[in-house]
C-alpha cells in the first residue's frame, strides 16, 4: 500500500508543470502556444531564454529526485518502491495532471531521478548529455540519450555489486518513457526536418551566410 502511495505521490510530484509556471512568471505567455507547446528546458528556452530553461530542468529534476526520496522514506530498503516512483515523476512530467495530460519529454526527470538513486549519476550523465547536445546537436537524441547514460551506469554499478537491478530497470523504462514522448521529432529526425543546436547549427549556418555572401 505504501508502494502505491509512493508512486501516487510520484506521479503528482512529476506532474508540476514548472517550465509553463516560469515562463508565465518571466514572460506572461503561455508555453504551451510556443514552438513544441511542451513545457520542458528546450522548449521553455525558446519561449523566455537560458536562464530560465536553466531552472526549468533544475526543478523538473528535483521534482523527480524528490519522488524518490519520498519513496525511500515511506518504503525503506525498497528498490522497486524508489524506481516506479521515479518512473511515475517522469511520466506525470510527461503526462500532467494539472494541465490537460501534456508536457515535457522526460529529459531532466530523468537525469534527476537517476541522481537521487546515485548521486554522481549527476555529475556523468549532465556533462555528457551537454556534449551530446552540443555536438549532434539534437534536443530530442540528447533526451534519449539522458537514458541510455542512466541505464549503463546501473548496470554497471549491478556488475560491481553496488546497486541492485531494479535500477537498471529505471533506466530501460525512463528510456521508453522519453522516446514514446519524442515519437514527433524523431519521426522528423528521420525525415532530416529535426531543429539543429549547438555546433553543428551554428557552422550550418556559417555555410549557409557563406553561399548567401557568393550569390
Known amino acids: 500500500m505504501l508502494t502505491l502511495v509512493a508512486i501516487f505521490l510520484g506521479y503528482l510530484l512529476g506532474s508540476l508543470p514548472m517550465g509553463l509556471i516560469y515562463v508565465w512568471l518571466f514572460t506572461r505567455q503561455d508555453v504551451r502556444t510556443i514552438g513544441s507547446g511542451r513545457t520542458g528546458g528546450t522548449n521553455v528556452m525558446r519561449a523566455a531564454g537560458g536562464r530560465v530553461a536553466f531552472s526549468t530542468g533544475l526543478s523538473d529534476g528535483l521534482k523527480a529526485a524528490c519522488a524518490i526520496w519520498v519513496a525511500q522514506w515511506l518504503v525503506p530498503h525498497s528498490p522497486w518502491a524508489e524506481v516506479l516512483a521515479g518512473l511515475a515523476a517522469i511520466l506525470g512530467h510527461n503526462y500532467s495532471i494539472f494541465i490537460g495530460f501534456k508536457g515535457g519529454a522526460g ?47 546501473m548496470a554497471v554499478r549491478y556488475a560491481l555489486g553496488a546497486s541492485p537491478v531494479e535500477y537498471i530497470y529505471f533506466g530501460v523504462f525512463a528510456f521508453l518513457l522519453c522516446v514514446w514522448a519524442l515519437r514527433p521529432n524523431l519521426k522528423r529526425l528521420m525525415e532530416g526536418t529535426e531543429r539543429l543546436h549547438g555546433y553543428r547549427a551554428k557552422k550550418k549556418a556559417s555555410e549557409q551566410q557563406a553561399v548567401n555572401s557568393e550569390q
Open 107 to 153: 529529459g531532466a526527470p530523468t537525469v534527476g531521478a537517476a541522481s537521487a538513486l546515485w548521486v554522481p549519476a549527476l555529475f556523468i550523465i549532465a556533462p555528457l548529455g551537454g556534449l551530446i547536445w552540443y555536438f549532434i546537436g539534437y534536443a530530442s537524441v540528447t533526451t534519449i540519450s539522458f537514458a541510455v547514460i542512466a541505464t549503463l551506469i
